[in-house]
């Protein structure tokens, strides 16, 4: 915990530092986050949004292209739902998990006029900050609703005479993660810019002590503009 807000302050004394070789972006995108467990080979995907702000401070300009350093803040949501119907009763599933990454860059461009390609990789430094499953059911004209915090275990219950908290649910769900992330991307009079990437989780995030293996990986794609 502490190694992570310490990055966090590292990060933000850098985003806002002042340099005449620098540049502020801010971006918005799609995430397709995958969820891998070494107990099944399906991977569970989850779609949803991220919004994001970026700080270029180039270090190197020469012929050859120019290398810069970016971290960056991210928002990150995903989420799925599935819904059935059985004897009657309508059942409706849903995921939805949101994230706060520290992306940390080294970035190298190269200038072809009017577009400039890049490419870049780095850590990206992952905190979760809320992830529920949530179980809707509706059957004659009543409706009921479980809703998990994975991460705190904390169990609610919402319906007619149905409605509390429990305890003692899954706590074996980690927060933190530090992927390894790779993009390209192309910016148009140094001002919009589209990139794609993917970020390779590397840490297991099941912290319980069965012999399991639970990883994240996110592919994403977005639009931005730079100041």
């Known amino acids: ?13 850098m985003f806002f ?3 005449a070789n620098a540049q502020l972006g801010v971006g918005v995108g799609y995430n397709l986050g995958s969820n891998f467990t070494s107990l099944d080979d399906d991977a569970q995907n989850l779609s949803g949004f991220y919004l994001e702000a970026t700080y270029d401070w180039n270090f190197i300009d020469k012929s050859w292209g120019s290398l810069a350093l970016q971290p960056g803040v991210r928002f990150s949501y995903v989420g799925e739902a599935e819904s059935e119907e059985e004897f009657g009763v309508k059942l409706k599933a849903s995921t939805n998990e949101t994230y706060f990454d520290i992306p940390v860059n080294v970035k190298y461009s190269y200038d072809l006029g009017s577009v400039k390609l890049s490419a870049f990789a780095g850590p990206v ?10 179980l809707v059911t509706k059957a004659d004209g009543e409706t009921g609703k479980i809703i998990a915090h994975n991460y ?12 509390g908290e429990l305890e003692g649910g899954v706590t074996d769900y980690g927060r933190f993660d530090i992927k390894v992330g790779v993009g390209v991307g192309a910016t148009v009079m140094d001002k919009l810019n589209v990139k794609v990437g993917y970020n390779f989780g590397t840490l297991n995030r099941y912290t319980g002590e069965a012999d399991v293996r639970y990883s994240t990986n996110v592919f994403y794609v977005g639009l931005g503009f730079m100041f």
């Not at 915990?1 to 004394?13: E, P, R, S």
């Not at 430094?125 to 949530?134: A, D, H, N, R």
């Not at 705190?152 to 409605?163: E, H, L, S």
Request: aromatic share 10%.
């Open 125 to 134: 430094f992952s905190m979760g900050l809320t992830s529920t499953e949530k």
């Open 1 to 13: 915990m502490k190694k992570f807000y310490f990055v966090l302050v590292c990060a933000a004394a």
């Open 152 to 163: 705190t275990g904390k169990v609610v219950t919402k319906g007619d005479g149905a409605t």
């Open 17 to 19: 530092a002042v340099d």
